[in-house]
């Protein structure tokens, strides 16, 4: 499975970004889909993580502006970031979890945000 992330850029304090995270290759057997971010200097931190069957969670400091969805007939997932904040600033990365417990990550995009 290979996993391709697009939408990072820097954006003001207080607007929005959708980042997506395509997937391709053996993407039938995807389970749980994530968006995890590393600040510099900081250890990765999963941000957003949606299930197969569309139950989501989220990181407190993101709860009420980050939203997490998927798109299964186009094997990929989205996330709308909005009232961004300085401290939102990391790279993003995708990660899947498919059918054997295995495990893939994307790239990484990164969000800037400028206060």
């Known amino acids: 499975v290979q996993l391709v992330e697009s939408g990072g850029g820097l954006v003001q304090a207080g607007g929005s970004l959708t980042l997506s995270c395509a997937a391709s290759?053996?993407?039938?057997?995807?389970?749980?889909m994530a968006w995890y971010r590393q600040a510099l200097g900081k250890q990765r931190e999963l941000v957003a993580v949606?299930?197969?069957?569309?139950?989501?969670n989220y990181l407190d400091s993101v709860k009420g502006r980050f939203v997490i969805s998927r798109d299964d007939a186009e094997n990929t997932m989205y996330l709308r970031m909005n009232s961004l904040k300085p401290e939102d600033t990391a790279v993003y990365y995708c990660?899947?979890?498919?059918?054997?417990?295995?495990?893939?990550w994307g790239q990484g995009t990164q969000v800037t945000v400028s206060s």
């Open positions: 290759g053996s993407t039938y057997s995807i389970n749980a």
């Open positions: 990660r899947i979890f498919t059918a054997g417990s295995y495990t893939y």
């Open positions: 949606i299930e197969s069957g569309g139950s989501t």
